[in-house]
């Protein structure tokens, strides 16, 4: 069983930075493969970010935030980072982070393919 706890959220303006922090329990995080998802009023939970689990880190990112939002893990404290900068009004959204004990490379990361999820944390970006 993994639990996870979701930090950092906030209102920012346009243009700030924030980073997300989320911390997992259980004894095989190292080898879960994390994400994080978003979701904002009346739209579907999307991915927009994932990791894979091993040393490699493979990572990938949704177009929409491609070269501003970077996805890190530290296995050794059991914590997955979503530093976001530059962030735009419609950035603002839940943010979600998610474990899915499948391979990262066997995955398409959507929503159903994750076990695990957090309580969710708000961000709302100002103009």
């Known amino acids: 069983q993994v639990q996870l706890v979701e930090s950092g959220g906030g209102l920012v303006q346009a243009g700030a930075s924030l980073r997300l922090s989320c911390a997992a329990s259980g004894p095989t995080f190292s080898s879960y493969t994390m994400a994080w998802f978003r979701q904002a009023p009346g739209q579907e939970r999307g991915v927009v970010a994932a990791?894979?689990?091993?040393?490699?880190?493979?990572?990938l990112y949704a177009d929409s935030v491609k070269g501003r939002f970077t996805i890190s893990r530290d296995n050794a404290k059991n914590l997955v980072y979503l530093q976001m900068n530059n962030l735009k009004p419609e950035d603002t959204a839940v943010y979600y982070c998610?474990?899915?004990?499948?391979?990262?490379?066997?995955?398409?990361?959507?929503?159903?393919?994750?076990?695990?999820w957090g309580q969710g944390t708000q961000v709302t970006v100002s103009s």
């Open positions: 990791i894979s689990w091993d040393r490699g880190g493979s990572t």
């Open positions: 998610a474990a899915s004990d499948r391979s990262y490379y066997n995955m398409r990361h959507r929503q159903g393919e994750y076990k695990y």
